[in-house]
């Protein structure tokens, strides 16, 4: 979870309105998919091949922040015989996808999803995020777009953020149910 972490603070920085996250589990046939997509800026060609290298970065070098994040992922996905995507349209926004083994003694584990994000919805402001999170058939969403719309700048009051929070936590619980009652 951290790796997706890190790649949305990257569409953050950017200065992506949205960004999508997924976690989509498929038990049945062994495999993890994650994706980060937003709507920034984009990178040039150039830039997405500069980014994978260890330690590039497109922020300045303040408060010493490195780039690391992208090729992190990327060698953990390798290390688990995975595959990994990096696409970027300038003006349009960029994708990041990692697909691996699910049960590859290498991954690193999901850990807790929604304490984690919370982490976005608590702390970063004007940015909505839309995730998804799949175990096979089963999932939810969360998608902090219609409920900014519908509440505009009481969207930004910490009960709202409160019940995204718990949104995700049920959404959690309930994947977890149903994992049980396999």
């Known amino acids: 979870m951290l790796h ?21 589990e498929r038990l049945d046939e062994d495999r993890l998919c994650l994706y980060v997509a937003d ?4 990178m040039s060609a150039e ?3 500069r980014v994978l290298e260890e330690f590039a970065t497109t922020k300045t070098k303040q408060a010493g ?9 990327r060698g953990t996905v390798e290390l688990c015989d995975g595959e990994f995507a990096l696409q970027s349209r300038v003006g349009v926004g960029t994708l990041v996808s990692a697909t691996m083994p699910h049960d590859h003694p290498d991954r690193p584990p999901l850990g807790a999803v929604a304490e984690s994000l ?7 402001r004007g940015v909505d995020f ?6 096979d058939g089963d999932g939810y969403r969360l998608d902090t777009r219609p409920v900014r ?23 959690e ?3 977890a149910a149903r994992r049980e009652n396999r």
């Open 4 to 24: 997706v972490l890190d790649v949305t603070m990257n569409s953050v920085t950017a200065g992506a309105s949205t960004v999508r996250l997924g976690i989509h």
């Open 39 to 42: 709507n920034g800026p984009g």
């Open 47 to 49: 830039l997405v091949q």
């Open 65 to 73: 922040w490195v780039g690391f994040g992208l090729a992190l992922l």
């Open 118 to 124: 919370q982490s976005l919805l608590m702390g970063v």
């Open 130 to 135: 839309c995730f998804t999170h799949r175990v």
């Open 149 to 171: 719309r519908m509440l505009g700048a009481e969207f930004e009051t910490r009960a709202v953020r409160n019940w995204l929070v718990d949104q995700l936590r049920q959404g």
């Open 173 to 175: 619980d309930a994947l």
